[in-house]
């Protein structure tokens, strides 16, 4: 059996959103790239009322599953309906990114706290993300990301999320993905809109993806390694 690297997007509980599990092919095997297994990860719906100290977001792809996300969920589970925690702990997850604000317009409840997750052995990164202006990391956000190369040549997968899955975390992940395999943001943004349909949600995401021709182009761009620590990001 070739050696993986794995990768896992999803989405944090307050929306629910697609998990997709990711192996990809090590460096060295020259077995062609296959389709992922894809979860749902549980959550809720969005709506609510903004409340005081929310952060706005305004590029998220709006989603409503109020009247069939635990169908959903208990089909792709055998029955049984995982919690957020629950998932990661199933895909074997050992470093979790959050890119979401604490609370965000269309949240019914603050996010979680990320201590929970040192208690069941996971490394935290909180990373939020502004979800309006074509909601892009700063380059410091990424090279923080791709700092995290250890977890993933440890053979661990790294689960990288946001509000709904479909926009920041994907940006996170591709970024991730780039540097591992060292292949275009063209070809991982194309890869992943299969996997992942609507993934990458505004133009500004579009178009920072396919600016980097590989790995070097990005490590240029964040500027990593990097001598400077990020203002907005915190590992836990």
């Known amino acids: 059996m070739p050696s993986v690297s794995r990768m896992t997007f999803g989405s944090v509980p307050e ?7 990711i192996e990809l092919p090590a460096d060295d095997d020259p077995t062609p790239l296959s389709s992922p297994v894809s979860t749902l990860s549980p959550g809720r719906s969005p709506g609510a009322r903004r409340s005081p100290g929310a952060c706005s977001s305004t590029d998220t792809v709006c989603k409503q599953y109020r009247n069939f996300a635990d169908t959903e969920l208990a089909i792709n589970h055998g029955g049984e309906v995982l919690p957020f925690f629950g998932l990661l702990q199933e895909l074997g997850v050992k470093s979790v990114v959050r890119a979401n604000f604490k ?14 997750l040192q208690g069941l052995g996971m490394k935290h990164l909180r ?3 502004l979800d309006h202006n074509g909601a892009l990391p700063e380059p410091r956000e990424v090279a923080a990301v791709l700092e995290m190369r250890e977890t993933l040549a440890s053979g661990d997968p790294i689960a990288v999320h ?15 993905a780039i540097d591992q395999f060292d292949v275009s943001g063209t070809a991982i943004m194309g890869w992943v809109r299969i996997v992942r349909p609507g993934a990458v949600t505004t133009t500004e995401q579009e178009q920072m993806l396919c600016s ?13 390694p990097r001598n400077t620590k990020c203002c907005r990001c915190m590992i836990q």
């Open 127 to 129: 990373m939020p993300i």
């Open 15 to 21: 929306d629910t959103g697609l998990a997709i599990h």
């Open 162 to 176: 946001c509000k709904g899955g479909l926009g920041r975390s994907v940006v996170l992940a591709c970024a991730i």
């Open 212 to 224: 980097f021709k590989g790995r070097d182009d990005l490590r240029k761009w964040a500027g990593y």
């Open 103 to 116: 609370m965000e317009a269309g949240m019914l409840t603050p996010s979680y706290d990320p201590t929970a």
